[in-house]
């Protein structure tokens, strides 16, 4: 058996909290039987996916529903990304993952940082900063010698908190997401391929399966990416469980042979208000070739 295997939890959620729960501990001890010995779950699991639902579902962290993940990460001896659920603390909601070690311990908590707020005309308007408040804290932990970064679906769309998580190490980022029927065709495989890329580890993404009775249908497609960027397992929409081996070796080849952490310009990469004030001078004149391209004090681009 693999040192580390994956199981991405894609399960059908419903409207009972309580059933969800349950449902999920279920798929967990299913997934833990076949073999996995980290497993995780998507975003929103014990509750539907919508800022109308958050009030109504959420609960404390620890709480009634971390507590049955807590006994069953200890009744399997896995580790167990807890998906997330919407938390209640001191009058403020946030998206919560939580994340149990075999003891049944909780290792941690990650509070979504980037809240899913957009508006595309026609197709999708989401807000979740009219309920949610934003966390600020990364939260990684060790599985052996694999160390692993935790962010919550629109994390996954800044680069910085990937890099962040690589920079401190990190060889696997879980995301449990649940991207929709308009940015889940777009993005989803595409976004998780970018970071893994980026940063030359594994990425993993985990869904909801998909109900087109819901308010929100989640695309599904809980994917696993590989350090070289190839989507390494992956399902399409409906309820199944996505099994994968994580190879720390494929990394250390990645890396190796396309360095590209050792290649980085750091000399020459700076943020446009910096450009052009490297000498202390920012008028044209003194403009120097580096920084040719951009004026500082007109903020437009020059030939
Ligand atoms: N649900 C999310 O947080 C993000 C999402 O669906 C998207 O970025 O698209």
Redesign the pocket.
């Known amino acids: 058996m693999a040192a580390l295997r994956l199981a991405l939890v894609q399960m059908a959620v419903g409207s009972n909290k309580l059933e969800n729960v349950k449902r999920a501990c279920n798929l967990v001890k299913d997934a833990a039987a076949k073999g996995a010995n980290l497993v995780a779950l998507p975003?929103c699991f014990n509750s539907p996916y919508g800022t109308k639902y958050f009030q109504e579902y959420s609960e404390p962290v620890p709480g009634p529903t971390t507590n049955l993940l807590a006994e069953v990460a200890k009744e399997c001896n896995i580790y167990l990304v807890g998906g997330s659920i919407p938390e209640s603390e001191n009058g403020s909601l946030y998206n919560t993952c939580s994340v149990f070690s075999p003891s049944g311990e909780m290792i941690g908590k990650y509070r979504k940082m980037h809240l899913?707020d957009?508006d595309v005309p026609g197709k999708i308007r989401?807000q979740?900063s009219e309920v949610l408040k934003p966390g600020n804290r990364l939260l990684t932990f060790n599985l052996g010698r694999c160390k692993i970064g935790i962010g919550?679906?629109?994390d996954i769309?800044f680069a910085e908190l990937a890099q962040i998580y690589s920079e401190a190490g990190c060889h696997l980022l879980i995301y449990p997401?649940?991207?929709?029927m308009t940015?889940g065709p777009a993005?989803w495989e595409l976004l998780q391929r970018a970071r893994a890329l980026d940063n030359q580890l594994y990425v993993a993404a985990v869904s909801p399966a998909r109900d087109e009775s819901a308010t929100y249908i989640a695309w599904g497609h809980s994917t696993l990416i590989g350090p070289w960027g190839e989507v390494e397992a992956t399902t399409e929409h409906k309820e199944s469980t996505v099994f994968a081996d994580i190879d720390l070796s494929k990394i250390n080849e990645v890396r190796q042979n396309v360095p590209i952490s050792k290649q980085r310009r750091l000399d020459v990469y700076t943020r446009p208000s910096q450009v052009c004030v490297a000498n202390g001078k920012s008028d044209q004149s003194q403009r120097t070739k580096e920084c040719s391209g951009y004026d500082i004090e007109t903020n437009k681009h020059v030939d």
Do not use: D, L, P
Not at 177 to 180: C, L, M, P, R, S
């Open positions: 975003e899913f957009i989401f979740e919550i679906c629109y769309r997401g649940a991207f929709n940015t993005h």
